[in-house]
């Protein structure tokens, strides 16, 4: 790093906090509510805000492309995918099945993925990268559906649920308070090391590249190392989605390959506002309640997305800041 | 030399015959799809990501013609102009407001698209999919096998929709005006080109392309709700390795790709055989960023 940050002094606003004690405070009291949810709500709606987390840590790997260094990603379904079955590799190979283990081979999984994607896709810009992106989730969609004897094919994989263990210490099952509230850690840490990054001066460049590809390639920084490094980041945050969400539902399936997933994680991310970090959390949780939403009041058989992408292309048009973003315009009025 | 002669009586001549026909037709209406996307690529810097669903749509519009009037010709026509004004509507309604922004909004746009016109047609079509029935229904004596005439017209008529249309851009005055605002956009609207409605038309042409290929492809397979995808993304690929925006190229690559596909499909699976196009895009990827099919940058 040959330029090192301008330090300013953090502004102050009104109440003569500083921005940092502001998010700090606000972190908290969201951790609050999420760490007592399981314990007051009904099993249904706590699985539901499990998944939530889970799809909004996707989400949020997928911001440090889209709203950080400025390649929207439509092949993350590949990255989430890969840990979910890297996941299930080490649960059905390894006995007795070892979280840890799950998680370490889902985040191989998924980093050989991003290694494959990054190396090729960051050759190209803007577009290009979007569609080599998706095109490169396919071919391991591809591999994973035809792949019947190691993957399960259409099928998948079904295995059970490691115990949650401190080595040489600690050893319970899961309940699906615990599941939430391991998810919460992972999801909360992973939110802090984006934050951190994206604060930091390789983030700094990152946001470069998206401001002038060309004029930060003329400053002198390696753009293709950059983006290289900022898609194997993001892919292996996707992978611990993965492995996540293989934790909480015991399989594997292709299902979670395809292109539809990478598109539902494009959606949270425009309908919570890109570039925010916490907005696609958001955007999942908004996204996944309006689903659930019209499926209790139209039932299962409605077609959920129309008025869901409906909503996702107004959004585009008139509100490309997403909801946090026109949140937070509207606070600062 | 005894292996060398093994594998040369080791070939399946015959079926490469066939394989050259198949990837031969299935190629042209690839170009036909893939013309359409560059089309809209090269003279508004929009990935058109609803392009298959377009695809779509132009086929169950043409099962459903078909049905009420039974004249296939009937079915490819007025699909081809439903779809067209379909996707003159779409983009004005969406793409025109999003002129000037950054390119990647209107990716995100034609993706919603997509996915309601795609469980727009799940949802009124449902999943199980229509037939439409060849209106050519004889056959010629290939081998062994009865190769029917109907392949063969599919490909002339691709060549003709995609020469048409490259005459119409030659030599029409429409045609002009559209090669003007892909060259210089502001300079066209100088000379007096209203460009936004060039715009709206390109994208009607390229629906109506789409839509063609969907009705004139739907004999083959059965038209169902997710055919679009599969063609989006092999026309993705197509425009990539044939180079952005060129029309000329996107041909050469649509044959390439369909021609290798076919030839790996004598030794596996269709579903495999996918995996060529794909190792062909990594290929161009890392040796020839621009594009196969064109001259190389200076």
Redesign the interface.
Known sequence: MTIAPINKPMPLNRAGLSHNAVFWIGFCAVMALLIVAPLVLPEFWRRFLTEVLIWGLLAMSSDLLIGYT?M?S?GHSAFFGLGMYGAAAALLLVSPPNLWLAIGFGLAGAAGAALFVAY??T??R???F???T???S??FY??I??WTPVTGGENGLIFTRPHFTIPFLYDVRFTTSSVHWFVLAVVAASYLILRRVTRSPFGMVLQSIRENEARTRAIGYPVERYKIVSVMLSGLFAGLAGVLYAIQNEFAAPDFVY?LIS?DT??FN?MGGIGTLVGPIVGAGFFQLLRELMSRLFGDQF?Y??P???I??VM??FL?QGLLGFARRWLNR | MDAVAHFFQSIPYDQLVIQTMNGIVTGMILALVASGLTLI?GIM?V?NFAHGELFMLGAYIGVLVLASTGSFWLALIIASLMVAILGAALQIV?LR??LG?D???T???T???S??L???A??QFGPSSRKINEPITSHFVLFYLEYPWYRILIAVLSAMIIGGFWLFLKYGKYGVWIRATTQDRVMAQAMGIPVPWVHTGVFAIGAAMAAASGVLFGPLVGVNHTMG?DWV?KA??VV?VGG?GNLAGSVAAAIFISLLESYASIWM?P??A??VS?VV??LT??FR?TGLFVPTPK
Do not use: C, E, H, K
Request: aromatic share 16%; glycine share 6%; no cysteine.
């Open positions: 400025g929207i439509f090729f896709s050759r190209l803007d577009i290009y979007a569609i080599t998706l095109i490169f396919q071919i591809v591999i559906f035809t292109f598109g494009v959606i425009v077609p997305l129309i869901l992408g409906l996702f292309i585009i048009i490309p | 690529f810097d990935v969406t407001p999003l922004r390119p990647l909004n990716i995100l746009v993706f919603g698209l996915l309601v795609q469980n727009y799940l949802w995808l993304l993705f690929i990539v952005m699976s579903a495999q996918v995996i794909f895009l990594i990827l890392l960023p």
